[in-house]
């Protein structure tokens, strides 16, 4: 006969696993990002700036979202180099966007946001490190919801078990 209470252990310690190890990841990647939220007037922009150490990494990221973005929106996203070179430079017109650059060497990377459109709008922007360890690892992303949906299945499996055996037939 199987015993559910060791299932259901076992199965509650995988699922608490898989929730740390997303936690972690999450905790790591908002470290490495900064972001900001704000409303831009006809003709203003925004400024993110972040400390980036090329030792650290060698690719940033930056990442525009667009509330409400319309086909009449002129949105463009400038990241500048601690040089004031811009090494990137794009139009929005989708919304979310994130782009990836390289980070050739130490120092303060920007982010403009310019609104060079014909209405106020309502913009999210974040620059930083691009997650190297974490979310392009294929190991540690892939296992993460293998862990969650092997621990919930047992969990499952194991409360099925423990009804089972609680409700018997009596002769």
């Known amino acids: 006969m199987i ?6 252990i076992t199965s509650a310690t995988l699922v608490l696993v898989g929730f740390a190890i997303t936690v972690y990841q999450s905790q790591i990647t908002s470290q490495n990002i900064v972001n900001q939220q704000n409303t831009l007037s006809v003709g ?3 400024t993110i700036t972040k400390v980036m150490d090329s030792n650290n990494n060698r ?3 930056y990442g525009i979202q667009v509330t409400d973005l319309k086909n009449d929106d002129n ?3 400038i990241v500048i180099d601690p040089s004031g070179t811009i090494i990137a430079s794009k139009s929005v017109t ?3 966007i994130q782009e990836i650059f390289k980070i050739s060497f130490s120092g303060n990377y920007t982010l403009q946001i310019q609104n060079q459109g014909q209405r106020e709008i309502q913009i999210l922007g974040f620059i930083g490190y691009y997650p190297e360890g974490i979310e392009s690892d294929e190991t540690s992303g892939s296992i993460t919801p293998i862990i969650l949906i092997i621990g919930l299945s047992g969990l499952a499996v194991g409360i099925m ?3 089972k055996n609680r409700v018997k037939p009596q002769s």
Not at 3 to 8: A, D, G, L, S
Request: proline share 14%; aromatic share 4%.
């Open 3 to 8: 015993k559910p209470i060791p299932i259901i």
């Open 94 to 96: 989708k919304s979310p």
């Open 161 to 163: 078990y423990m009804i």
């Open 59 to 61: 690719n940033g990221i």
């Open 75 to 77: 949105v463009k996203a």
């Open 44 to 46: 203003t922009q925004m």
